[in-house]
């Protein structure tokens, strides 16, 4: 155990990466919400929408996706949505069968705003896939940008989305523990770590937090 404290204790104070590992290979992160969309990807069908790009929409849709829709602020892109989740502008009513909405929530000021457009723009029976940072750096790219004002836990989440879809429609996977989080802080990419590291979750260091909300 000594030599485990004192190996932390002549780390830097300087991380490798300050991109999420990204200028490495693939982020940590990037794993667990991959295993939760995975997980889900029967939900994704019919008429989808993905925020910024399509890329999971694709990856996990297979032949169950009859059209991909990206929401896009600039409405940027193609068959993209010009909308904003905090406002609702874009958002119609009972409009997609399935909504990936990664790495978002953290960015938007009006968090509740948000999942209540999203419950709009779902048609019934219709599932929003959601991932949310527990322990993250700042994306200092997105806070520049447009803010970057949460990191959020399962409690919170959960209660979050519940007063608007129904506890019972609230889906939560929980993934990360007290190493990937770290790792992930100083910047290690996933290629850094063993299979093994990944499988195991600490509720007291979540690094990810997936949603499936379901639409009654």
Not at 11 to 21: A, N
Not at 57 to 66: F, P, W
Not at 187 to 211: A, H, N, T, W
Request: hydrophobic share 35%; glycine share 10%.
């Amino acid at each position: 155990m000594e030599d485990y404290v004192r190996a932390i204790a002549e780390l830097p104070t300087e991380p490798v990466s300050r991109v999420f590992g990204l200028d490495r290979g693939k982020a940590i992160d990037r794993v667990y919400i991959e295993d939760f969309l995975e997980k889900h990807k029967t939900e994704i069908r019919g008429r989808v929408l993905e925020i910024a790009e399509d890329t999971y929409t694709l990856q996990y849709g297979e032949n169950r996706v009859q059209e991909s829709c990206i929401l896009h602020v600039n409405g940027t892109g193609k068959n993209a949505v010009k909308g904003n989740l905090e406002t609702g502008e874009g958002m119609e009513e009972n409009c997609f069968d399935a909504m990936i909405i990664t790495q978002t929530l953290m960015f938007l000021f009006d968090v509740g705003s948000a999942v209540k457009h999203i419950y709009r723009a779902l048609k019934p029976g219709g599932t929003a896939l959601i991932t949310v940072a527990g322990i993250s750096q700042v994306s200092r790219y997105d806070d520049d940008r447009w803010g970057h004002y949460f990191g959020l836990y399962e409690s919170g989440i959960r209660r979050l989305c519940g007063q608007v879809f129904g506890d019972e429609n609230v889906e939560i996977q929980g993934y990360g523990n007290v190493k990937t989080a770290a790792a992930m802080l100083y910047g290690l990419c996933s290629k850094d770590l063993q299979p093994e590291d990944f499988k195991v979750y600490d509720r007291d260091y979540p690094v990810i937090i997936g949603v499936a909300l379901h639409k009654a």
